[in-house]
Antibody, heavy 126, light 107 residues
Framework: QLQVQESGPGLVRPSETLSLTCTVS??????????WAWIRQPPGEGLEWIGS???????YYNPSLKSRVTVSRDTSKNQFSLNLDSVTAADTAVYYC??????????????????WGQGTLVTAAS | DIQMTQSPSSLSASVGDRVFITCRAS??????LNWYQQKPGKAPQLLIY???LLQSGAPSRFSGSGSGPDFTLTISSLQREDFATYYC?????????FGQGTKLELK
């Protein structure tokens, strides 16, 4: 069973960079069966997709965060990472990493977040 | 961005009830619609993908239906463990977006 787990600091100072790592177990990061994503959830609010990285190495970001976000991977460590620059209090949230999967059917091509980490709360405060 | 609007935002129901949660997309989407369940303090869990396909391990009392722009999550007979918040998600266009959530509470 594939599992993903977030790690990183729980407190980041405003204007600094938030850096998180997601460790993948139960399968290789370079599997073509999955893509890898970061999603966040401010306290008491809904879910916001941050960005994803695919088997090919291609990355896609939410336009609302694109100027500040980098998602990268280290296949030798079976990890992928999130960097979010110039954080403010508005970036305080539970950050989830997830393994996305694909499905092909007569109706087309579908993506969905199949496996989620437990989440890690990151607070942006001085 | 495609906005996903769920209704109702909250819902009180009893064990054994049949429950419907709807999700409307602001733009035309096809079948790239997923549903997740989230319990307090936990990560979301995938229930339904591609409108109506049940994720492995999800109970069969959950079902999905609809076509763009309107989709429905149905719980045929509520169990105590189903009281949670439910989110729809579209993956037709980048950025993928989620509905605001529907909180299902015990009456």
């Amino acid at each position: 069973q594939l599992q993903v787990q977030e790690s990183g600091p729980g407190l980041v100072r405003p204007s600094e960079t938030l850096s998180l790592t997601c460790t993948v177990s139960g399968g290789p990061l370079n599997s073509s069966r999955y893509y890898w994503a970061w999603i966040r959830q401010p306290p008491g609010e809904g879910l916001e997709w941050i960005g994803s990285i695919y088997y090919s190495g291609s990355t896609y970001y939410n336009p609302s965060l694109k100027s500040r976000v980098t998602v990268s991977r280290d296949t030798s460590k079976n990890q992928f990472s999130l960097n979010l620059d110039s954080v403010t209090a508005a970036d305080t949230a539970v950050y989830y990493c997830a393994a996305g999967a694909f499905s092909f059917g007569v109706s087309g091509y579908f993506e969905y977040f199949q496996h989620w980490g437990q989440g890690t709360l990151v607070t942006a405060a001085s | 961005d495609i906005q996903m609007t769920q209704s109702p935002s909250s819902l009180s129901a009893s064990v054994g009830d049949r429950v419907f949660i709807t999700c409307r997309a602001s733009q035309s989407i096809t079948s790239c619609l997923n549903w997740y369940q989230q319990k307090p303090g936990k990560a979301p869990q995938l229930l339904i993908y591609a409108v109506s396909l049940l994720q492995s391990g999800a109970p069969s009392r959950f079902s999905g239906s609809g076509s763009g722009p309107d989709f429905t999550l149905t719980i045929s007979s509520l169990q105590r463990e189903d009281f949670a918040t439910y989110y729809c998600q579209q993956t037709c266009r980048i950025p993928t977006t989620f509905g605001q959530g529907t909180k299902l509470e015990l009456k």
